[in-house]
Structures are given as structure tokens and as C-alpha cells.
């Protein structure tokens, strides 16, 4: 066994080989995988082998495609067999609703290069004749995936892999983990220790086992499925007989459960409510390659939902019930990518569909250790989109909610209520009091949107306008007319101080950094390749101090990427003070007036101009005022002492007497900043767009300096850029505005991809933000866009088609 490598893979099971198979790929052969019992032991074994394609998700989406395409090619580059059955995967529908989520998510698949096909019912019965289409309004077909071997392509990524000159090393526990004093790694296991510059924790069930050697609490806890498989049925035997293709894999979405061939019986898994979380306390040392007890009396109603719709599955006896492990997270995503707090140590757990994604997150994992940065957007699948507050009880409820989710419709607006309210600001009940529907965002409680009295709070979700459309439309009315309070103490909030904090503030961002003891710019950190990887706005509090505000859900990323950033000299200090400080935002056309009633600041444009910032009591209570917003109109961001919020809460609706003072939501919000061309962090702005391409030429100044990414952006601008933001104005709308991701088309040939869109209350239109290729961003430029399966007019517009010279913001 090797005493060093250069990376060693922690973990034997699909997604630990599928790493170490593209590393050897990328051509660093010098990779070693250890395992602590034999390959395949964990999960990976019993897996049902589905391999779907579906998945809400752009990032996770791709990963799944690519994984499909490379099993395809393993046994012809290995010469081991990986029994991929490409029998396709149909999906059911009984609903509307359904449907709807079946037609965006056809829009996602298209612009990333998958293949949809809608059916009616009859073409289903057709395709599959023993089903029964009582009740179905149609359903979607995938013919290019269906189901594999997981022991098999596992093996065969093996052989990949030390066919390139990697090592696997079995029946060697990793006993433990320390960081050397060079920055190396010591791996020590049951055979020896290997000195590393990498480690790849791929451990499914011993994630946090493995975390925890590290000081990692890692975000995964697994959960038991079961899947049924009969024996043999006389159908389906006559069908292998006649030559008949077998029947594509079948999916009752509307029941919770897949249902496919297996040795001319049938295998049937179940996503039902109430299945638990195991090993939350750990894997017992006498857990190896076993299984749980089956139970069936969870799975009845999904059984019988089954025989209704496959009478031939109730004319099969069973032949065995599988029970086992399968990885978890909270949304239900994998784990992909580097750890936080930690350099070269990299995580690859969390999977619930692992066999699906251990080829596309192997790929993905390797290119970001070899190369440094993924070449697809990563930011839902990253291991920091969690933070601290996804405890051990949290996971363990949150991860039984998302396995009984598997199934449910994936609306875009979905909120789910398991593990809620966590992270509350104190304004919370005082919004609830005046109508507040919340919804989460890195654990933190937010107003989504206030219904009025007399109407009720259960939120409506839906692809089309959702019951709340109008309330949200009044919301955005009036701070147009007036002026509403939003509750954003959910930002990311950091201090940089030190005498090294300007010059390292100035190599990590794109933009100028503010000169000004009180001046405000909006900034961005490149990646190495010149796409957005954060977005901060930096305010300068002294000679040597800065004030740092990013978006909520970016908190352990941007909070990482600070500190790795960071000079070791000691010339910088970073504090991460998000939960020490409340964000309460006014904003509207008497925004001034309100505030002058709180405080004695100075308030005109002339003392306090757009994008500057100044200290000011509010009420009784020392504040920091911003005079920014992402809305659009006149208004101020009050940073404040947590513990006061409450009291400035008060006196602010108190001097709301007579203004219509009234709280608006997250949606509202997001409305609003639409009509703006404002871009957001993981649409607009992404690691797969330069900077330039997502129209930021006002923030970032290539000559100003070095700063990272700068170097690869001129050689991208120079190469020619392949896309160009662009705003939109969408024709034809009556009910189902654009929501994102879905595909735009110039003359039938796809050209670009819708990132964000709703409905405009102030401009009374229908808008969409995205990308097209450079030479159809001209304003006037006709295109069309896919919305929920009917193509409508899009018309390229000029950026932020409300107050576009920004004299609200200025005013």
C-alpha cells in the first residue's frame, strides 16, 4: 500500500469509485481509493439501479445526464459489462398540476440537451399495454434512460480507474484523519497511513462518522427504502418469448412509487410517508452488507395504488422485500463539493439517487480538484448551502420529509413546513400579527407575502398565477405609492478590518472598493475563470474596516470563501456578525417622510445621496442606515442591534400613521427587482457566465488592478462570449407567467434560457431575465419562449424597463 498520493477516495461504493475513475481520467494517476469492507458495500448493492433523468434542478439535472451518457460508453472502454437496460422512463400524470410540472420541467431538459416526450393516455396504453390509464391526463417519456447494475458499472469504473494507474485499496478502514502542519493530509487507516494533498470523504451511510474526524458535521443522515420484487409473471415471460422490448420504467408520480421489469417479475419502490432515518446515531459495527426487516404494512396503500394501475403486479407473488439505507439531505440534493473551514478536503455524500449522479458528480468533483473550479454551475448540490443551525435532530426530521417529498409536485414556490420555525427574527410575531405567510431560507423565517384580513394563510403553490398573485400585486402597488417595511435580517453580514483589509478586499473583488468612509459599492468575487462566484456589498466604515452584506442562503459559502481568500499574515481580520445584526428595509416614495419621524438624521440626497451610508438613531436605538434596496425605489436598509428590532419595529409603525405604511414580502421583492434587470446570485450571476455576459460592465473594472479572475474574463472577452443577459417582455400571458429555466427560441432553434421571470406591477407586463447569444440581445429583437408547453412572444427590451434612469433610487 502506498505511504503517499496525491488524493485519496474515501469510500468504495459507486460515487467513491466514480471519483476516482475521473480523476485517473483528468490523468492524475497517483489516486488511491480505500474502502473498509469490499466495493459495493454499503448502498450501492441493494440500489434498485433506476437511472431517471428527471430532475427539477439545472445543476443536478446535468449531472444526471452526463452520468447516463458515460454508463453508456463504460463497457465498451472497460470491456466490463454494466447491464444498462435503455428501456426509458415514463412518467404519469393524474392532474393538472402534474402536468404542469411535467411541461417546465421539459423546458429545463431542453436546455440542457435531454429528450422529453409528452403522451396521452392512449399512447401510453399503447407503449404499455398492461397498464391501466383509468384517471391519467397523460405523461412524459424519457427514452434514454431506464436502469443498470450498480454492482456492475461500479466494477467497471473500477477497472477505469486502475486502468489509469489508480489504486483501491479494500478491507482498509480510515481510522483517522489530521491536517499536517504543511497542509497535508494524514490519512491513517487499519493498514497504514498515506500522507495526501486531497481527501474525497464519498462515505454514503458514515458520512458524518467521517466528518466528524475532520470536526465537519456533515449535513446527511440516511433513510430506509423498500422496493418489492415478485417472481416471475406468464405476461412478461411471453413478452421475453415473443421478442417484445421490455416495458419502460413506470413512475405514478401521483402514488409515490416506480415499478419496473426484473427478471420477468416486477420491482416495485415506494416513497411512503413515515419511513425513518437510521443510523442517526451512527452505523453499528455490526452492520455490514445487510438490510433492515421489511415492512409492509407502511407500503399498503402504495401496494394497492400499484395493482390499480398494473393489475398484473397483484398476480405476482413476492419473491423478496429489500429494506436498506439509502443517503439523505435536507432537500433532498446530494453533498458536491469542498468542504467548509477546510482546504483540499472535498465531499462527495448525501445521495439519494446515487447510481444516477455518481458518474456526473464524479466528473464534476474531479474537474474542481484538478482545474480548481467546476465547469458547471454547482451552488445546489454545494455543501455549504447549509450551516450550522442542520443539527442532528434537524436532519433527521428534515431528511424523512424530503424522502416522503420524492414524489410530491416540485412547484417552484414550494415551501415545506418539517423543522419550522428554526431561525426567527424577533419581528417575527409582530409580522405574523399583521398577516405574514413565511417561508425559509438557510433556516431563518421570512414574510413571503401578507395575506389581508379575512383571507386565508395556507400558501398555494402553482406553476401558473397562484391565489396570492393578487395580494403580492398589492404589495408591490404600494411601495410604488407609498412605502413598505421588508424584514431582511436573513442577509449574510461580515466585518473585514485590519491594515491588510483594503488590499485584500481589492484582489478578491471585481469592482472598486468604496474610498469614502461611508460610501457603498456592489461588488463581485470572479471565480479563477471569470464567472460570478459572490456578490457583496462592501461599505467602508474607517480607514481599515469594511462592512460586508450578501445574500442570506450564501452565508457558510460567501463566509468560506472570505476566509480561504484570506492572507495568513495576520493583516486581516474577518468576523461573521449575521446574527448580531437585524436588516429592516423601508422603501417607497414616503420612505423619507417615515423616517424623518424616527430619526434626526439628515435625509435629503444632498446629505445622504443614493449608495452612501452613515450611523443615525432610530427611535431610541443606535442604527447604521444604507441607502440602498433591491426593489428600486427611494428607500433605506436600517441595520440595527438584533436584540432592538423589536423596538424600531414599533416606533417605525407608529410613524407609518397616515403614509399607508404597510410590510411587504419576498415575492413582492423578487417582482420587483425584476422589473429592475436586477441579477441574483445562482441565476443571473453564475460560475457558467462571465461577468461580462451577465451585463456587469459597471462593476467591474479590469483595469483597476489584479483581482481574481480578471486575467481569465479578458481572455473569455477576447475568445468572444457565447451569451448576453438580457430583459424581456413576454406577449400573450394570461395565467402562467415565465418563472425560469425555460428555453428561447429564435425560428424554432433554441437560443438561449429564460433565468427569472413574473409579472411587472409597476409596468403592467409580463418580463423574463435571461441569456441569448450575443447577437439577438439587440432591443426590438423578437424571440419565443416555452412557458408551461405554449410558446409566446418574447421581445428583447432595454434593461430595467421601471425608472431606468434610477431617479426613484435617486430622489
Known sequence: MKTHARVVVIGGGVVGVGTLYHLAKKGWRDVVLCERSELTAGSTWHAAGLLPLFNMSYSVGQIHKYSVELYKTLEEETGQPVGFSVVGNLRLATNRDRMDEYRHYAGTARTIGIEVEFLTPGEIEDLVPFCNTEGLVGGILHPDDGYIQPADVTMAMAKGARDRGAEIYQHTPVTGITRKANGEWLVETAKGDITCEHVVSATGNYARETGRMVGLEIPSIPVQHQFIVTEAHPLLEQRKQDGLPEMPVLRESDASYYLREERQGLLLGIYERNAPACFVDGVPATFEKDLFPGDLDRLEPHIEAAIARVPIFGEAGVKEVINGPIAYTPDGSPLVGPAWGLKNFWINEGHSFGITAAGGAGWQLAEWIVEGQPTIDMLGVDPRRFGDYASKAYLKTKNEEAYANVFVIHFHDEERAAARPLKTAPCYDRMKALGAVFGQKFGWERPNWFAPQGVSREDHWSFRRSRYFEHVGNECRNVQENVGLLDMTAFSKFTVTGPGAEAYLDKLVANRIPKKI??????????????????????????????????????????????????????????????????????????????????????????????????????????????????????????????????????????????????????????????????????????????????????????????????????????????????????????????????????????????????????????????????????????????????????????????????????
Open 518 to 811: 461611508g460610501r457603498v459599492n456592489l461588488c463581485h468575487a470572479l471565480n479563477a475563470n471569470g464567472g460570478v462566484s459572490c456578490e457583496f456589498t462592501i461599505m467602508r466604515d474607517g480607514p481599515e474596516a469594511f462592512y460586508l452584506v450578501s445574500a442570506g442562503a450564501q452565508e457558510r459559502y460567501d463566509w468560506d470563501t472570505l476566509c480561504k481568500s484570506a492572507p495568513d499574515d495576520g493583516s486581516v481580520r474577518l468576523d461573521r456578525i449575521t446574527t448580531q445584526v437585524g436588516v429592516l428595509v423601508v422603501a417607497g416614495p414616503k420612505s423619507r417622510e417615515l423616517l424623518s419621524r424616527v430619526t434626526d438624521a439628515e435625509l435629503s440626497s444632498q446629505a445622504f445621496p443614493w449608495l452612501t451610508g452613515k450611523s443615525a438613531d432610530v427611535g431610541l436605538a443606535p442604527c447604521r442606515l444604507v441607502r440602498v434596496n433591491f426593489v428600486g425605489e427611494l428607500g433605506w436598509e436600517i441595520h440595527h442591534p438584533l436584540e432592538m428590532q423589536n423596538h424600531i419595529f414599533d416606533a417605525l409603525m407608529a410613524a407609518g400613521e397616515g403614509l399607508d405604511f404597510k410590510p411587504f414580502g419576498i415575492r413582492a421583492m423578487d417582482a420587483l427587482r425584476i422589473e429592475k434587470s436586477y441579477r441574483l446570485v445562482g441565476t443571473e450571476l453564475s460560475i457558467e457566465y462571465a461577468a461580462f455576459e451577465s451585463g456587469l460592465q459597471r462593476f467591474v473594472h479590469p483595469n483597476k488592478g489584479d483581482f481574481i479572475g480578471r486575467d481569465a474574463l479578458v481572455a473569455w472577452q477576447q475568445r468572444g462570449f457565447a451569451n448576453q443577459f438580457v430583459t424581456l417582455e413576454v406577449d400573450g400571458i394570461t395565467d402562467a407567467d415565465a418563472i425560469g429555466n425555460e428555453p428561447l427560441f429564435k425560428d424554432g432553434e433554441m437560443v438561449g434560457r429564460a433565468t427569472a421571470g413574473g409579472y411587472g406591477w409597476r409596468v403592467g407586463k409580463s418580463l423574463a431575465l435571461g441569456f441569448v447569444r450575443p447577437e439577438l440581445a439587440e432591443a426590438g429583437t423578437e424571440l419565443q419562449i416555452d412557458v408551461l408547453g405554449a410558446m409566446k412572444v418574447a421581445k428583447v427590451i432595454a434593461d430595467s424597463p421601471y425608472d431606468p434612469d434610477n431617479e426613484k433610487l435617486r430622489g
